[in-house]
């Protein structure tokens, strides 16, 4: 079995983020783009915009000395579902992603 790439697990984040987004996020605007903001075990910040046609979505975690810092960034098209990944910070934050989105 291949091992996930970068790529693959970015991919599995996004569509956890989308979906802790769609559960809770609080309706933004930033800078004249609409979106959703959620925070996540007060470590982790999910924002994701519309602006321009394109979706962006940035999310923000604790890294080593204990500020948040921009983790994930990536962007779509509606028409082109495969997002371009911007920067990928690898780190425990993930872990807590996911343990918030398995929570009912």
């Known amino acids: ?61 604790r890294v080593h000395n204990g500020n948040r810092h921009k983790v994930l960034n990536m962007t779509w098209e509606p028409e082109q579902p495969v997002p371009v990944l911007v920067s990928f910070r690898r780190g425990p934050w993930e872990q807590i992603l996911f343990e918030e989105a398995a929570k009912p």
């Open 1 to 61: 079995m291949k091992a996930a790439t970068k790529l693959d697990v970015a991919h599995s984040i996004k569509n956890v983020a989308l979906d802790l987004l769609e559960r809770g996020g609080q309706p933004i605007d930033h800078q004249g783009a609409k979106g959703k903001m959620a925070l996540l075990a007060d470590d982790i910040v999910i924002q994701c915009v519309d602006f321009r046609g394109r979706t962006f979505l940035d999310i923000y975690g």
